[in-house]
C-alpha cells in the first residue's frame, strides 16, 4: 500500500508542478565552455533562484540525444531544454541556415553570439520558424573564430588546394570547394579521428579543440585563416509544452541566467582558446599567417557566396531571404558598435547589456506561449 501510494504522489506531482527534474541536453562534452557555464551551472543558478521548482537535469556529450536528432528530442519532449547546431536541419531551420551561413560577414565571436540571440528573439520569420518545430528560441551563442587545424603545413592558398578539410557544411564547404580543397562533413566528435587516419588533413573549427577535443596528439600545424565562426541553431531551445506550462516568475528567472551565460560563455570560450594554443605551442605545433593570395580568397568567396545563401534559402521556402538577410546585418552592425564600448572581459557587463537590450524587452508572460 506504502509503495502505491508513493507512486501516485510521485505521478500527481509530475502532472501538477515542474517541481521534478527536467532533462538538458547538450552533445559537447561538459568540460566545454558551452556546457560548463551555459548547462551545468545554469542549472544550478536556475534551481536556486526557483527554490528547486525548475530542476534541469544535464546530460552532455551525446548521453541523451545524439547531434542531429536534438532539434526533434526537443520537440518530443524527450529533452526540455536543449543545444542545437542548425546545419543538421537545414530542411526544418531554413531560416536559422540562412542567417547561419551569414558567418563570414563579421567574425567577431562577441558581436555574432548578441546578434544572433536577438534575431532569433524578435524576427518574426525566425519566431514561426521556432514555433512550427515545436520550441521556443531562448538565446544563441557563437563558437570563436574557425581556424585550420592541420596534420601536414598549410599556409598559403597553394597548400590548400587538394587537402581534405572538415568543415561545419554550408557556407564552409563551399569555401574549401572555392579554393581547390575537399570538404569533409562530419561532427566535431570525429575530428580527431580523421586527423589520426589521415582521412582528413586539417579540421576547420574553434581552436579549444586542441584541448577540448583532444587535436593536440594529432595537430602539427594551424593556419590562422578566420574562417568564420558557428552560431547557427541554438544554446537554448525549450520545449514548447514545457516552456507554457512554467510560471512568467520562471521564466524570467531563465531569462536573467540566460543573459548572464550568452556573455560567460563567450569570454571562457576565448579564454579556453588562449590556453590550447599556448599549449600546443609548447608542445610543438607550429602556427602559421595565411599568406595574401588565401586571405584574398576569403574575401572573394564571401563577396560570391552571398547569392547562393539567398538562392539555398529561396529554395528551402523562405519568403523575401534578401530582405531577413539585410534585416540581420542591420542587427550585427547595431551589436557591433554597442560591444565597442563594453570590455570582452566584463561577464557582469556584458550580461548588464544583454539584460537591457535583448531580455528586458520581452514579456515573459506572453513570449513564447502562442
Request: charged share 20%.
Amino acid at each position: 500500500m506504502t509503495l502505491k501510494l508513493t507512486l501516485i504522489a510521485v505521478t500527481a506531482c509530475s502532472i501538477g508542478s515542474t517541481a521534478v527534474a527536467q532533462n538538458a541536453n547538450h552533445f559537447f562534452a561538459e568540460r566545454h565552455s558551452m556546457v560548463r557555464g551555459p548547462y551545468v551551472e545554469f542549472a544550478e543558478r536556475v534551481a536556486e533562484e526557483t527554490d528547486g521548482e525548475i530542476a534541469f537535469s544535464v546530460f552532455s556529450g551525446g548521453s541523451l540525444l545524439p547531434p542531429a536528432a536534438s532539434l526533434q528530442g526537443l520537440r518530443d519532449g524527450v529533452a526540455q531544454v536543449s543545444y542545437h547546431a542548425g546545419t543538421y536541419t537545414p530542411a526544418e531551420l531554413p531560416v536559422a541556415n540562412l542567417i547561419g551561413n551569414a558567418a563570414f560577414y563579421n567574425t567577431d565571436p562577441m558581436v555574432m553570439a548578441f546578434a544572433s540571440t536577438e534575431f532569433g528573439l524578435t524576427n518574426p520569420a525566425a519566431l514561426d520558424e521556432w514555433r512550427e518545430n515545436g520550441m521556443v528560441f531562448g538565446g544563441g551563442y557563437s563558437t570563436s573564430e574557425y581556424v585550420m587545424m592541420c596534420n601536414t603545413a598549410v599556409e598559403t592558398l597553394e597548400d590548400v588546394q587538394g587537402k581534405r578539410l572538415r568543415m561545419a557544411g554550408g557556407a564552409w564547404s563551399r569555401f574549401a570547394e572555392f579554393v581547390g580543397a575537399v570538404p569533409v562533413s562530419v561532427p566535431s566528435s570525429e575530428m580527431y579521428t580523421g586527423l589520426d587516419t589521415g582521412s582528413l588533413d586539417c579540421a576547420v573549427a574553434a581552436a579549444d579543440a586542441l584541448d577540448s577535443f583532444s587535436l593536440s596528439d594529432v595537430v602539427t600545424h594551424m593556419n590562422t585563416l578566420a574562417v568564420g565562426n558557428y552560431y547557427s541553431g541554438f544554446e537554448w531551445g525549450y520545449n514548447k509544452s514545457f516552456w507554457q506550462g512554467l510560471s512568467p516568475e520562471h521564466r524570467a528567472v531563465l531569462f536573467d541566467q540566460m543573459a548572464y551565460y550568452l556573455g560567460q560563455h563567450r569570454v571562457e570560450f576565448d579564454k579556453d582558446v588562449d590556453k590550447a594554443v599556448s599549449a600546443a605551442v609548447e608542445g610543438g605545433m607550429e602556427v602559421f599567417n595565411p599568406d595574401q593570395a588565401l586571405t584574398d580568397a576569403l574575401a572573394e568567396f564571401v563577396e560570391a557566396d552571398e547569392a547562393v545563401l539567398i538562392e539555398n534559402a529561396t529554395d528551402r521556402g523562405v519568403e523575401n531571404p534578401e530582405e531577413l538577410l539585410a534585416e540581420y546585418k542591420r542587427i550585427v552592425d547595431r551589436w557591433a558598435a554597442l560591444l565597442a564600448e563594453v570590455d570582452h572581459t566584463d561577464v557582469d557587463a556584458l550580461a548588464e547589456l544583454a539584460r537591457t537590450e535583448i531580455y528586458d524587452q520581452l514579456d515573459p508572460a506572453t513570449y513564447g506561449v502562442d
